[in-house]
């Protein structure tokens, strides 16, 4: 058996006559954070439902904290906690009694349940909101309880999809910050994200992959280095074609995207020098990121 909480080996899954999850592989070792980024309809929430023995592979392994998914996954799951995408708290109820249901679900003593929701609350940043209903939760709020709730049986291993899609900016600080701390306790976590700085500020390490496939795997910063290896230049403008006839000799490469042409460049000065004092256009210098490995593998951006 090896060290790995998660492993899939050339899993596939079909719907309709369509793979949408096609010969994936990667593996998760005790205590990283691991992430799966990708576009809109990538595979990312069918990939958790496999690992999480709701939808049956139609080819490969996957294996959970040691258990053959999915027959073990019942098993498994005792050791899990799950943020789904959507959350599924239940609206008629209070924060607390939400922790107190799900305490339920997994079997444990009522006191028991109750002896935990303090540290829960204190945790989730809501315990001036025991007592609220659930509408009344912002967003952010609704999320981090989400969050908590998936703790309650004190999970070796969390899994998160997309945690802080359709948050405000402070309540995604928020939430980082959550997740770092749950790290820093030793958890492994594997999320899904379409947010590039998540990824880069939470993983260890990640996959990229598009239309159930993977196209590039590696820790942010190596992926990064390895694919890009410079800095770039955005330049926001009408004629983006023209200004790369333009600006391209200047450029190792050039990228056209929407309106946005992306000049991929070791030195920069020389396209500074020609973009200087024009009227209508505006440009940012700033260093590579995941969001242009993305760009450089597939042609275009991740948000679709
Ligand atoms: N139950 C289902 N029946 C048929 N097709 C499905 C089903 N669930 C997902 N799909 C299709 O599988 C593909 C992958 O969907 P999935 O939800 O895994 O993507 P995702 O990466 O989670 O996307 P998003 O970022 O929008 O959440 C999509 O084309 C989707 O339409
Ligand atoms: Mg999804």
């Known amino acids: 058996m090896s060290n790995n909480t998660i492993e899939f080996r050339d899993v596939v899954k079909y719907y309709s006559d369509k793979a949408v999850v096609d010969g994936l592989s990667f593996h998760v070792p005790a205590g990283e ?8 309809g990538a595979g990312k929430t069918t990939t958790l439902k496999m690992l999480l023995g709701l ?14 998914i ?19 708290l239940d609206p008629d109820f209070s924060v607390r009694e939400n922790l107190l249901v ?16 303090p540290e829960l609350l204190e945790f989730a940043r809501l315990e001036s909101k025991a007592d609220a ?6 967003g952010g709020m609704k999320r981090r309880l989400t969050l908590a709730r998936s703790l309650i049986n004190d999970p070796a291993v969390l899994i998160l999809d997309e945690p802080t899609t359709g948050l405000d900016p402070q309540a995604r600080h928020l939430i980082w ?33 598009e239309e159930g496939r993977k196209i590039a795997e590696g820790a942010p910063r190596e992926l990064v280095a390895q694919e890009i290896g410079c800095d770039v230049i ?17 450029a190792t490469r050039t990228e056209i995207s929407g309106e946005t042409l992306f000049c991929y460049v070791r030195d920069a000065e020389p396209i500074h ?28 951006e991740m948000q679709d």
């Open 133 to 138: 209903r659930v509408g009344e939760l912002s």
């Open 273 to 300: 020098a020609r973009l200087a004092g024009r009227t209508g256009l505006r440009y940012v210098h700033r260093p590579a990121n995941l969001e242009d490995v993305f760009l450089r593998l597939t042609g275009r």
């Open 234 to 250: 955005e330049v926001y403008g009408p004629a983006p074609t023209a200004l790369r006839d333009e600006l391209a000799p200047f």
């Open 70 to 88: 999915p027959s073990g996954a019942r098993f498994a799951r005792q050791r899990v906690g799950v943020v789904p995408q959507f959350d599924n």
């Open 55 to 68: 939808v049956e592979p139609d080819a490969g392994s996957i294996a959970l904290c040691g258990y053959a």
């Open 177 to 209: 910050d959550r997740l770092r701390s749950l790290l820093a306790r030793g958890k492994t976590i594997l999320l899904t994200t379409h947010f590039m700085e998540e990824a880069e500020r939470l993983c260890d390490r990640l996959c990229i992959i």
């Open 102 to 117: 799900f305490g339920r679900y997994y079997g444990l003593s009522a006191s028991k349940t109750r002896a935990m929701v």
């Open 33 to 40: 954070c691991f992430g799966l980024l990708g576009p809109n």
